[in-house]
């Protein structure tokens, strides 16, 4: 059985080395193999699913939001974010799921942290911040803190929160170390979602003296592993999860989609882990999955 992932460009992606750790482990007949895929082929490429019967799919940038115009039926994540990571061909319809939110979840949850009832402040507004921020919402949080460099995008996903998740209550800060340092004493969780973090010269998000041992850190770069942010919320005493969590339970996710099997985490936290220290930020494309 065939499977892969959808990108452009695409040879930086983790995810064939994940994959095929995981059917080698699993003695499971199947190769994952990445697939650069032009903007304009991509109608084919997801017909291609189909025709030439692969197992399934992830989809990276720029083709999460495109894809869905062909899926057959949508997960209710990947209706809500929007956007589709995982393709599934089942009984010759494809079905599209988002597993992002899903895998930043688990990934918390796996370090012995519980969203339920909290206070989380979410930087970014970019297309993770998005499925983070709709998977929290579903997760009974109790109140999500967004902030962006761009306010209008915040804003957008906000009100686009609220009006489809009843219950979820949002508010906008503005991305200012003094805004973020006086909504930190009431906050639980602080997540990283935007893009800072992978160059050298990458300002600091928020005044580090500020964050305490009551808060957990979480960011979503994994280019490097020990952003400039969790070295500064550690030596506060903050707990911290990286994002290579993310990245290992998203794929986690997809392959028991695809196979009903559980992935050998790990194993592929091992090879990741190798991988990341082989590509540094430094000498590395931009990191995406
Ligand atoms: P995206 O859609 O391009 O969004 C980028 C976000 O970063 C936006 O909120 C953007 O703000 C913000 N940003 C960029 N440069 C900034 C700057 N100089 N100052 C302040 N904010 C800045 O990208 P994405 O797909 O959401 O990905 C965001 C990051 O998460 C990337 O580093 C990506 O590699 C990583 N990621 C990790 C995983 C994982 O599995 N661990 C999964 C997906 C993504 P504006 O709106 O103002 O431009």
Redesign the pocket.
């Given at each position: 059985m065939l499977y892969g992932i959808f990108g452009y460009p695409i040879g930086h992606s983790l995810s064939p080395l994940m994959h095929n750790t995981a059917f080698a482990h699993h003695g499971i007949e199947a190769v994952y193999l990445p697939f650069a895929v032009d903007p304009p082929h991509l109608e084919m490429a997801v017909k291609a699913i189909v025709a030439l019967q692969l197992g399934g799919v992830n989809v990276t940038?720029p083709h999460k939001q495109a894809v869905l115009a062909w899926m057959d039926e949508l997960s209710p994540e990947a209706r809500l974010i929007g956007a589709v990571n995982t393709i599934h061909l089942q009984d010759g319809r494809l079905h599209g799921y988002n597993t992002?939110g899903i895998?930043f979840l688990r990934a918390i949850e796996e370090a012995g942290n519980d969203v339920a009832g909290r206070t989380v402040m979410l930087l970014?507004?970019?297309?993770?911040?998005?499925a983070i921020a709709v998977q929290l919402c579903l997760s009974g949080i109790r109140r999500l803190l967004l902030a962006?460099?761009?306010s209008t995008?915040a804003e957008e996903l906000a009100a686009f929160l609220k009006q489809n998740i009843s219950h979820a209550d949002i508010s906008v800060v503005a991305?200012e170390a003094s805004s973020l340092a006086a909504h930190l004493p009431d906050t639980d969780i602080v997540v990283n979602?935007?893009?800072?973090?992978?160059h050298a010269h990458?300002?600091m998000?928020l005044p580090s003296t500020v964050v305490s041992s009551q808060h957990l850190v979480c960011d979503?770069?994994?280019r490097p592993l020990h952003t400039p942010l969790l070295r500064a919320a550690q030596g506060q005493g903050a707990r911290t999860v990286d994002?290579?969590g993310?990245?290992l339970h998203?794929g986690a996710k997809a392959f028991e989609i695809w196979t009903g099997q559980a992935f050998p985490s790990a194993l592929i936290r091992t090879r990741l882990l190798e991988a990341v220290v082989e590509q540094p930020a430094t000498s590395a494309p931009?990191?995406?999955?």
């Open positions: 940038i992002d895998g970014g507004a970019g297309g993770a911040a998005r962006n460099r761009t995008r991305m979602a935007t893009s800072i973090g992978m990458d300002p998000l979503i770069v994994y994002g290579l993310m990245l998203q931009p990191q995406q999955e």
